[in-house]
């Protein structure tokens, strides 16, 4: 309850008396403030959640106090949020009027800080207790509903798994019972059946054979015949059943319990007086045993059994009416034959899991409805709210977004997203289909499950790149998805909500200024430091992979002389062309790259002699230019020769280099070599 | 000028102030609104135009800050004002001592307070 640091609304016209409040107060809470009553009513609807008090002011342009407290009684925040009256007004009318509206107090003015303080967190932590108390006690009914689903369920099925069913025998009978009970309500009133009623009855149906837990499973199990003894055994289901139900201690008064011990008893009746164990005749028989031995019948002759082989629904419906699995309210046979073909589909759709869910879910829904206001009905509206934000948000958002679920594998797309992308809003197994692989290609949508799979709730985004067809155009798409753990026990997320969004243009221009950060603008060259980089890579697994490496370094000779001569455009002239020629000269898995001035380096592989790889280089470079006698001198080193990383390789090649240019100039020098 | 001397030259009840709002600083901070709060202008405009229920409201308003600081003389005026103004839908001369009395109160009780300020 303490997520958010709690806010006091103060809603004076007079901004002096606004801030004497929320000076008063602002040590405890945080104080929104409104000028009347209108910003007032504008504020609560943007932050109805967060508000834990108002303290309201009566005469104010716009919209009074008691307007607004008609708008809080209107939209039901009136229950949830308290407010104080402050006001220079005494007279009793209006402190009569604004109780009545709902206000839970009444500071009169001139304020004093202690009135105040006192009255101000009195009232909170009043609300705040009736708030904790309205959670919990919507949470005892959630839990009580549901325990008692459970239970039912697991009884049930101990019974059926005995009986040898395959278990779905409890949730058709169920199923059956409350369309049964449905149609029956639209022919007649006579029974007086509620809908809590046929809930109820539907609910308990899954106990009618509880009793055949005492039966020998010889005798339940048996495929052929009862002998009479035997049946007279089996017959005792329907007794034990109701008994067991009356025996427990302190629920005999539980509706629940009362329908469930009917049931039991009389599912075996007939409308004709000549069932057990009791021997009823037609209404005197409760009418939700009717209805469930109906149900009973119905089910037992569609499925498959020791004795039997299933019936199809039609030959079942004609058996029944034509009396031929004993006697029927005739009432109940019509709506038997008005469902029939409902009937056929419903039950192959009903299956166990979800169920329970469903019913609990039902259930809890409608006894929050009979509390119209409480603070979990109020959850529900705002949740419904911000769904509808969260959908108008993602469709004008722009961007595609979409919630995956790993079991079963579905992706969620919002409609927007669909639309554009022209796929179903709802895609099965997205891994496997076609239409969404076309998109996000198979394999690049595998590596970022992956990434999702490998998220942590202390560490939950992932993000990656990928190249999309979107529309029918290669774009790069940039994937952030959140991953979502519906159990927090589980170690891998369940799901992930995310959002595609087009970053092809951001990615052309990064990649323009990456390779503009790398090269050298001058000569197109790459520039030191990302060559330095590149080799680094490759030496660092050179001798792993077995391979040789040579650096050269070289410098242009008389290039000075070439500037002052012929002027630095001429200059740059050269320093192009010797540019060129590297390029033209090397393979592709070599690097060339320009240090600076006219100093160049060239690294390359080489298998078995360097020597001739040289020798060819060397004399492409140094072809006349115009008017320039192109000349270098190039010192060369080996990571054969060299250990260690560029630099050492660097350092020497340089060093051998200006060797040669202290000699004799325009020629090469490999270090370690003659 | 300590802010009791101040509200003694402008006829305020400082025990009573203190009591409820428990600091000198914070006192002198409200008073220092007072002085820049516009309701006096708004009800002088009002009256002028004749708009009845707008000259209720800003009357009301400085009888409420008057009462919130212990402003005795003042509230008293602006008390006797707010009442001939309720609910009343038409101007009339009897308004005008009304409003020259608050006026001259409103004004002692400014140049009070700007005098404290000052210092």
Redesign the interface.
């Known amino acids: 309850m303490n997520r958010i640091k709690k806010k006091i609304l103060i809603v004076d016209d007079s901004e002096l008396n606004r801030s004497l409040l929320a000076d008063m107060l602002s040590g405890d809470f945080d104080i929104i403030e409104a000028e009347n009553g209108a910003v007032a009513v504008d504020i609560l609807h943007e932050h109805e959640l967060e508000i834990a008090l108002i303290l309201l002011d009566i005469v104010m342009p716009q919209l009074d106090g008691f307007g607004v407290l008609s708008m809080m009684n209107r939209t039901g925040w009136i229950k949830t949020i308290p407010v104080i009256m402050i006001s220079a007004e005494t007279s009793g009318t209006y402190i009569d009027r604004a109780y009545d509206l709902g206000a839970v107090d009444y500071i009169s003015r001139p304020f004093d800080e202690r009135t105040v303080k006192h009255r101000v967190s009195c009232n909170f932590a009043f609300s705040m207790r009736q708030k904790e108390m309205t959670n919990m006690l919507s949470q005892q009914i959630y839990q009580k509903e549901k325990d008692n689903s459970l239970m039912i369920e697991i009884l049930s099925h101990i019974v059926e798994f005995r009986n040898g069913e395959s278990g779905l025998h409890v949730l058709h009978v169920n199923v059956i019972t409350q369309m049964l009970l449905e149609r029956l309500v639209q022919k007649t009133s006579k029974y007086g059946l509620t809908a809590a009623d046929i809930k109820l009855i539907s609910t308990a149906s899954a106990l009618h054979d509880i009793g055949k837990i005492t039966i020998p499973s010889e005798i339940l199990n048996k495929p052929g015949r009862f002998t009479p003894e035997e049946f007279e055994i089996m017959k005792k289901h329907t007794v034990d059943g109701a008994n067991m139900l009356a025996a427990i201690p302190f629920r005999k008064n539980e509706a629940l319990i009362k329908t469930g011990h009917d049931i039991c008893r009389h599912h075996h009746e007939r409308y004709d007086g000549k069932g057990y164990p009791d021997g009823l005749k037609g209404d005197g028989i409760p009418i939700s045993a009717q209805v469930v031995s109906l149900a009973d019948v119905y089910d037992a002759l569609t499925s498959k059994r020791v004795y039997k082989e299933a019936y199809s629904p039609d030959t079942a419906v004609d058996m029944i009416v034509r009396g031929e699995c004993g006697q029927f309210n005739p009432l109940l046979l019509e709506c038997l034959l008005d469902i029939a073909p409902r009937l056929k589909t419903e039950l192959t759709v009903v299956s166990l899991g979800s169920h329970t869910d469903d019913k609990i879910h039902d259930t809890v829904k409608q006894i929050l409805h009979g509390e119209k206001g409480t603070a979990s009905d109020r959850s529900i509206q705002l949740f419904e709210r911000e769904r509808q934000k969260f959908r108008f948000l993602s469709d004008i958002s722009g961007e595609i977004i979409f919630e995956y679920t790993s079991v079963p594998e579905t992706l969620q797309l919002s409609e927007w997203s669909a639309e554009l992308l022209g796929l179903p809003v709802r895609i099965s197994d997205p891994s496997e289909n076609c239409e969404w692989n076309n998109i996000f290609p198979a394999e690049d949508f595998k590596k970022f499950l992956n990434d999702i799979k490998r998220t942590t709730p202390s560490n939950p985004v992932a993000t990656a790149k990928f190249i999309l067809n979107i529309n029918g155009q290669q774009k790069w798409s940039k994937i952030i998805a959140k991953s979502l753990w519906g159990d927090s026990e589980a170690r891998e997320p369940d799901g992930a909500i995310g959002k595609i969004v087009d970053v092809n243009d951001e990615t052309e221009i990064m990649e323009l200024l990456e390779q503009k950060a790398e090269h050298d603008a001058k000569t197109g060259l790459l520039n030191h430091n990302a060559a330095k980089r590149k080799i680094d890579l490759i030496i660092s697994d050179a001798e792993l992979k077995g391979k040789r490496y040579a650096l050269a370094v070289m410098d242009l000779d008389n290039f000075k002389q070439a500037n002052d001569k012929y002027g630095h455009l001429f200059g740059d002239e050269i320093l192009n062309i010797v540019a060129e020629r590297m390029k033209e000269n090397i393979r592709s898995t070599d690097i060339a790259a320009r240090v600076g001035g006219d100093e160049f380096i060239l690294f390359m592989e080489y298998k078995d002699t360097l020597i001739p790889q040289i020798e060819r280089i060397f004399k492409s470079l140094t072809v006349k230019y115009k008017q320039f006698d192109v000349k270098v001198s190039m010192g060369i080193a080996t990571t054969q020769v060299c250990n260690g990383g560029y630099d050492e390789l660097f350092r020497i090649a340089d060093e051998v280099m200006y060797e040669v240019k202290r000699g004799e100039k325009n020629g090469y020098k490999i270090y370690g070599a003659k | 000028m300590t802010v009791k001397e101040c509200y003694e030259q402008i006829g305020g009840n400082y025990c009573?102030?203190m009591?409820?709002?428990?600091t000198d600083e914070?006192i002198a901070r409200?008073l220092g609104?007072?002085a820049e709060?516009k309701?006096m202008e708004l009800l002088e405009n009002s009256l002028r135009v004749r708009d009845m229920e707008?000259a209720?409201?800003a009357a009301?308003?400085v009888?409420?800050?008057c009462?919130?600081?212990?402003l005795t003389d003042l509230f008293v005026a602006a008390e006797k004002m707010t009442e001939a103004l309720r609910g009343r839908a038409e101007y009339g001369d009897d308004l005008v001592p009304l409003f020259e009395e608050l006026k001259k109160q409103y004004e002692r009780t400014v140049t009070g307070i700007r005098a404290l300020s000052a210092e």
């Open positions: 009573d102030v009591s409820r709002l428990r914070r409200f609104k007072v709060d309701s707008e209720f409201r009301h308003t009888k409420g800050v009462m919130n600081l212990s």
